[in-house]
């Protein structure tokens, strides 16, 4: 059973586009979500992260949107460059345990 | 400030064989997360440790195992390897037991090649 659905699997965006990758969770005691930047040959890296009770959360050109109704958030990375290739995973946990990854988008920003 | 160091950076090993890989918290942590990341895949945790004892577990079998030094750095050892076992094995460190899920930094992994 995959509590944390990603998609999608790979995401192609122009250079200065908007890129957008959703995920779904199932178990509505989580009750914290961020997100992970990977670059190829790297541990993930934290990028961003939001608690259920705000609908979104801002940070330069990486927002969060929550829906907590639907189990849903996303990342949108607004003005996409070059250098935001990369492998994102977004995860959910409850208070003391442990993330739980979703399977992964790997984002090509063309220039 | 070193972060996350994870040694071997590369290892490979033949199936029955044994393994041992090392991870060192970065300055000021004191828990630390071990997480297997297969080809492809999002990283799937195996246990945490926490002044020296595991704390919690994922859905691994016994031939994983680890251990936390007093100084706060981790083994994983992994025995009787089976060619499934080939992921990169990452480290994570956090600051404290109760956010241990939270600002987690990782490390670069290991590369864990069975044949």
């Known amino acids: 059973q995959q509590q944390v659905k990603q998609s999608p699997q790979s995401l192609i965006v122009q250079k200065g586009g908007i890129s957008i990758i959703n995920c779904a969770y199932e178990?509505?005691?989580?009750?914290?979500f961020p997100w992970y930047q990977q670059f190829p040959g790297k541990g993930p890296a934290l990028l961003i992260a939001?608690?259920?009770?705000?609908s979104e959360k801002k940070e330069g050109r990486f927002t969060i949107s929550f829906n907590k109704s639907a189990k849903q958030f996303s990342l949108h990375i607004m003005d996409s460059q070059p250098g935001d290739s990369a492998t994102y995973f977004c995860a959910a946990s409850k208070a003391g345990t442990a993330l739980i990854f979703g399977k992964g988008t790997t984002l090509s920003v063309s220039s | 400030d070193a972060g996350v160091t994870q040694s071997p950076t590369h290892l490979i090993k033949t199936r029955g064989q044994q393994v041992t890989l090392r991870c060192s918290p970065k300055s000021g942590h004191d828990t630390v997360s071990w997480y297997q990341q297969a080809l492809g895949q999002g990283p799937q945790f195996i246990f945490q440790y926490y002044e020296e004892e595991e704390r919690q577990r994922g859905n691994f079998p016994d031939r994983f195992s680890g251990h936390q030094f007093p100084n706060y750095s981790s083994e994983l050892n992994v025995n009787a390897l089976l060619l499934g076992d080939s992921a990169l094995y990452l480290c994570?460190?956090?600051?404290?037991?109760?956010?241990?899920?939270?600002?987690?930094?990782f490390g670069s992994g290991t590369q864990l090649s069975v044949l």
């Open positions: 178990n509505t005691a989580f009750d914290y």
């Open positions: 939001i608690r259920p009770d705000v």
């Open positions: 994570a460190s956090s600051e404290t037991l109760q956010g241990a899920s939270e600002k987690l930094f």
